[in-house]
């Protein structure tokens, strides 16, 4: 079983084989684009984190180099480490040279060395290291830095000099022209967004000041609104319009539209095996446990609170860690787990203040209730509804200490006057519903219900769920 989701793999023939997100019909529009504009522009692909980019980006890019693009992949995150980052992007314009001598490269090399303020500490730094050790690096390398920093008036004044910048466009005009096969060269960056503020802003200015020539199509996989603070926190300042600064340097901005949820949970159902976990159990009773009904519970939860799928990944993954800590004769209720450790991701105080009983039973109903529109006009609300009254059943016992909640004058209902009538002490949105709507069952039907047959399936209190959810009980060995 797994315990992460791992990166798909990518066919080199097909490469949106085993995507599970339908996305194959983008990267054809994509691809149009490209060719329809092949003198290079700059596309943002600008989604959240989480939302798949990284691999869509990787299927696109093994798509173009089917259809004789020539590509270049460049993760700003794992190369920030790289002061400057005209040497990093550099290195990647050379992979598609590889090791054999090019007298072009060779020539933009030459001129990138002179727009490259720190060419004087790097070539010091290797030359010091190479003959001298690491013990003379850093005392050579800062002499090195502060003999540059002499000169730094006149060095700016020399990048600034437009025929300088000319020199070098022009030697990267050519060595694309020289490698592109009449088609433009598809330099991506991808994260962006992660790097370090100062990393990020020197990346989109070496892309629209040095590298825009023709035959180059920079297609930058963002999060726009973090690449935004990125920018804020350079300048220090979070009055920038970051919009009309991006508008600087792109072109085309493009969002990948919402994956199938529904299509994303059968996917994460079958890769972390619950349907092996649900076969197993298939010779309980206990018909809460049907798979097709978690699926449809786990997607409406997914939709509700707009997951991304790197969420998806690790609730499902969460969920599947802790169904393996019940037994086959334990009544385990998914649903009712899935909920918490939904409420543990992403309402931390309220599942804190759930374990310490900071809560009386009521104001469980209420937070609960908030968190949810509470369409009853949506089919699922019944399932929502059950899995709401077995967590505020279970949480009632484990801050009453109740054995039978029915009956007893400290449960959820009480007698009026002499009559066998029982009235509901919890006031709930699901009491006064009309008969019209896909709710079959209010709250209060839910939890009579559940009184009714405790003895079978019922007899636990939250606390057994909780150590679950916590990992303090042991795996059960699938």
Known sequence: MEIRHRDLIIDSENPFENCKLERRQYAHILTTIVESYAEGFVLAINNKWG??????????????????????????WENDFEMEPLTAMLGELKKLIGKKEDKTFESLIEKGAVISKKIIPAITKYFAKKYLGDEAVDMITSSAEAATEILNDEVNDYINKKEKLEDFKTELEIFIKDKSNDKPIVFIIDELDRCRPDYAVEVLEKVKHFFSVPGIVFVLSIDKEQLSYAIQGYYGSANIDTDEYLRRFID????????????????????????????????TNESREDKEEFIRFSTFIANEFHYTLRQQEKLFAQVRIILRTFYIKNSCFPDLVLMLIHLKFFHENLFDNIKKKKLTTQSLVDKIESLFKFDFFDENINRLVSVEALLVYMYHKYITKEKRLYGNSASLFKKVDNSDEKEFLLSSKTIDIPESTFLHYNLEKHIEHIIKIEHEYYSMDLSFFLNKIELLDNLEID
């Open 51 to 76: 939302t798949g980019k990284t691999t869509f980006v990787k299927m696109w890019e093994k798509h173009l180099q089917n259809s004789d693009f020539m590509t270049m992949h460049f993760n700003a």
């Open 252 to 283: 085309i901005e493009y969002q990948l539209p919402d994956p199938s949820i529904e299509a994303y949970t059968e996917y994460l159902f079958e890769y972390y095996g619950f349907d092996e976990f649900f076969k197993k159990r298939s010779f």
